[in-house]
Every structure is written in C-alpha cells, then in structure tokens.
C-alpha cells in the first residue's frame, strides 16, 4: 500500500465498500466513532482529539460572557471581524499555504513563531496538515478524511473520526509523517515517543504552547478593553472553530457537483469557488485545488485575497524570502485560453450560419 492509504487511522466504518464506493456511515455511527474517538480513559491515544474539542468547550465560556453580560453591536462588529477575517486568514496563510503546502518560505524561526501565534492556537498542526495532504491526493474519492460525499456530519466530525495519523505506522513510515512536519517548528515525538501516546505531537509541549499562547493573548486584549474586549475576542475565535469545521462541506459542493462554467476551472474534484470564504480568508477553494502550492489563489480582479496579501507585506518586510505565485500560469492556461475558445467557437458558428 502507498504511504497516504494507510497513513490516516481508518474509522471503524472503513472508507470504502466491498465494491470500492464510498462508505457512508448513518449518523449515528459518525456519532458513535466520535466519542469513541474522544474516549482517553479507554485510550490515552485518543488525546490529541480530546484537546482539540475540549479548547472548544473552553471557549464557549467566553462566548457565554460576551453574550450574556458584555454584549454591544460594537464588540459584535469586532467579534465579526476577528472570527470571519482575522482567524480566518489566518488558517489561510499558516495551516493552509505554509504548513501543508509549503507555498512560501519564512527568513528565520522567528517570523515563523509570530505568524504562528499572531492569534489564538486552537488546531494542533498535526490534525490538520497530514490529513490535509491525502485530501489533496484523494480528493472526492474513498479515503478523502473530508469527503463531503459522506455527508454534514461526515465532514464536520472529521478531525476526530478521519484525520489523525494512525498509532499502528512502523518507525519508517512515521519518519516520513515527522519529515512532512518539520518546517512547522513542531518538536515531534521519538518513535518510542509515538507508541506510547500515538501521536507526532508531544502532550506537555503542546498543551503547554496553547496556555502560553492563551495566556498572552488573553492579557494583551484585557490591557487594551478589558475583560468585555478579551471575552468577546476568545468567544469569536471559538465561534471561528465551529464554523471551519463546516468548511470543506460547503467548499465541495456539499457533495453534488456545484463547479460553474467561467468561475471553476479545476475540474478534477468538485472543490468550488464560493465568494464569501475568498473574501474574508483568500480561501478561493477551486483556484487552490487547481494550484496547492500558489501562496496566492485569488487569481482574477474580484477574487480579494487578504491572506496573499499578509505573505506580501512579510516578503516587503524581508520576513518572507520565496514564495510561489501561479496567477499568471492560471491566467495564460486557463482563463484566456478558455476566452480564446469561446471566441473560435463564436467565430466557427458564425461561418456555418453564414
């Protein structure tokens, strides 16, 4: 079997049939994986999803606060800002163009820790990015981690029922997992390390950069509003973790074929361009599935793009050194070569009707 099959822990459900389609688990299943899946008094290895949905728990509070005790239409309109623009960005430019795709490179660890920590750490590196390397070679078919095929619930649970790497992989197969890791700054476990928790990511480091970084953040916004300003900021970036967890459903279509003619030009999965992630996060998914390792996907005048434009001012500022920019290939093989033949083919009409 090749490295990305087996690399992910398969769900008990399997990713495929008998007969090669897709398995589709019922809700209840996803539902019983998950809390299986979340369960670290039956597995200790199940403690990297435990942190990530426990961080969420830990938000709500917050979030109950601004609701309930500091609530104004101003700290609505930050929250709004910083969830949707801010984090989402965000996640564009670390977890998406660098941590997996490598699309830019940093000067030195220093810019790298700040772009890092420029907001509140809520997704472990890990879950998200090895994963996000076989969505990209098994996009739309079985083994997907995120096929929006499976359904909501299918995708919404999957960095706890599809994502984490496997705890049986043999110590080859786990150097390679720790390779596709190293850029990131992450300090990844010994393999002896990964028998005993199941995981890259070391439990005390990990854990102890979130409350670090918690910390520090939740200091800053206190000194600059208060506990209403802090509040408001960590409820946000909790409202921002739900709502990423929906994206990848949405992002293909919500498994129907959803590409538009003039709009979505890969067409080897059925990722789709939708206005609003673009938008808020530079997230043109189509445009990214077309050319993963661009640091820019916004290719045509509407497509904004903030996270392209965040790379930009650090490689203005010397923090970034390299990056890939495939716009003018996007533009050259794609958008006016389809221009160029709509006009033959207007023009070849023409002749006939004449």
């Not at 090669?20 to 688990?25: I, M, T």
Request: hydrophobic share 40%.
């Amino acid at each position: 079997m090749a490295f990305i099959d087996y690399v992910l822990k398969e769900p008990s459900y399997g990713w495929k049939m008998d007969c090669g389609n897709l398995s589709k688990p019922s809700n209840l299943k996803i539902f019983q994986e998950f809390f299986s899946r979340l369960n670290v008094f039956k597995d200790r290895k199940n403690w990297l999803s435990f942190t990530s949905w426990i961080m969420i728990v830990c938000l709500a509070v917050p979030l109950c606060f601004f609701i309930f005790k500091f609530f104004s239409f101003k700290l609505l309109l930050i929250a709004f800002v910083y969830s949707m623009v801010v984090m989402g960005s965000h996640g564009t430019v670390w977890y998406h163009r660098y941590c997996t795709h490598r699309a830019f490179k940093f000067r030195n660890p220093v810019w790298r820790f700040v772009t890092q920590n420029i907001t509140l750490k809520i997704i472990p590196e890990e879950i998200y990015v090895i994963s996000h390397h076989v969505h990209h070679s098994k996009s739309d078919q079985p083994g997907d981690p995120y096929n929006a095929q499976g359904g909501f619930l299918y995708c919404f649970l999957a960095d706890v029922n599809h994502q984490p790497i496997s705890n049986t992989l043999d110590e080859n197969s786990y150097k390679r997992c720790v390779k596709l890791m190293e850029h990131t700054g992450q300090v990844s476990n010994t393999y002896v390390q990964y028998q005993k928790w199941g995981t890259l990511a070391n439990p005390v480091r990990l854990i102890g950069g979130i409350i670090l970084n918690w910390a520090f953040w939740y200091g800053v916004f206190y000194l600059i509003g208060g506990h209403a300003l802090a509040c408001t900021l960590f409820g946000a970036a909790g409202f921002w973790a739900v709502g990423v967890r929906t994206f990848n459903y949405e992002g293909h279509g919500k498994g129907e074929d959803k590409r538009k003619e003039g709009t979505d030009y890969n067409r080897a999965d059925m990722s789709i361009n939708q206005l609003w992630p673009g938008i808020v996060a530079g997230e043109w998914h189509n445009n990214h599935h077309l050319y993963p390792k661009s640091a820019r996907s916004g290719f045509l005048s509407h497509q904004v793009d903030l996270a392209w434009v965040y790379i930009k001012a650090l490689h203005f500022m010397g923090g970034v050194t390299e990056y890939h920019d495939s716009k003018k290939k996007f533009l050259k093989d794609y958008y006016h070569a389809q221009k160029q033949v709509k006009v033959e083919t207007k023009q070849l009409e023409v002749e006939l009707a004449e």
